[in-house]
């Protein structure tokens, strides 16, 4: 059975720093691509950053690119998304998200197992 479990949201102030993990499960890690999503009160669901597991290529939406970082450890079978700079705008709960396809893409409807949301808040 595929398990994403998402962890390490919470409050922090603006300009402030987070680290979210996503603890894969259930696949081979190596065979996947694994995208960050996150979705604010009242908004649609928005793509925020992928990384193709095999090669570690990684892509960004243009409203973090600089400030987030993804990365994985195989070892750990886990993706992690760095979040520098916060801002209030990035307050959301974040999903993390699997695909077996090997494209480096954001958009939600490739993504064939997704993951508990944990709930970030940046306050001004």
């Known amino acids: 059975e595929v398990q994403l479990q998402a962890s390490g949201g919470g409050l922090v102030q603006a300009g402030g720093s987070l680290r979210l993990s996503c603890a894969a499960s259930g696949f081979t890690f190596d065979d996947y691509a694994i995208g960050w999503f996150r979705q604010a009160p009242g908004k649609e669901r928005e793509g925020v950053s992928c990384i193709i597991i095999s090669d570690g290529t990684t892509y960004y939406a243009e409203s973090v690119k600089g400030r987030f970082t993804i990365s994985s450890d195989k070892a750990k079978n886990t993706v992690y998304l760095q979040m520098n700079s916060l801002k209030p705008e990035d307050t959301a709960v974040y999903y993390c998200?699997?695909?077996?396809?090997?494209?480096?893409?954001?958009?939600?409807?490739?993504?064939?197992?997704w993951g508990q949301g944990t709930l970030v808040t940046v306050s001004s």
């Open positions: 998200a699997a695909t077996r396809r090997f494209v480096l893409t954001i958009v939600a409807g490739w993504y064939d197992y």
